[in-house]
């Protein structure tokens, strides 16, 4: 059974607003503006940990500028992921005496 990927390239073209270019967002995520021109055309879903990266950016971003409208969350960048279940997986990982 295949897993559908949602894409919001919608949401990836906020972020790159938030962000100013596809090359500065590019160079903040440590990679090729083709990556995000990819995220942005919908022809690649943007990988999860760069949800949790464009997110942490953008909220840093909306806080500097005094403009909560350039949040971008990853629950809009990748709709389809359960993102309750990574944060519970994350939790349990970093809790205290939790081993990898």
Do not use: H
Request: proline share 5%; hydrophobic share 40%.
């Amino acid at each position: 059974m295949a897993i559908r990927i949602q894409r919001n390239p919608q949401a990836v073209w906020r972020a790159i607003k938030a962000y100013g270019t596809q090359e500065r967002m590019a160079g903040e995520m440590g990679v090729e503006q083709q990556t995000v021109s990819g995220w942005a055309s919908g022809d690649r879903p943007v990988p999860w940990t760069f949800c949790i990266r464009i997110e942490a950016g953008t909220r840093q971003i909306a806080q500097a500028k005094r403009d909560s409208s350039l949040v971008v969350t990853c629950e809009e960048l990748l709709p389809s992921l359960d993102w309750e279940a990574v944060l519970q997986l994350a939790t349990l990982r970093l809790a205290p005496g939790a081993s990898t």
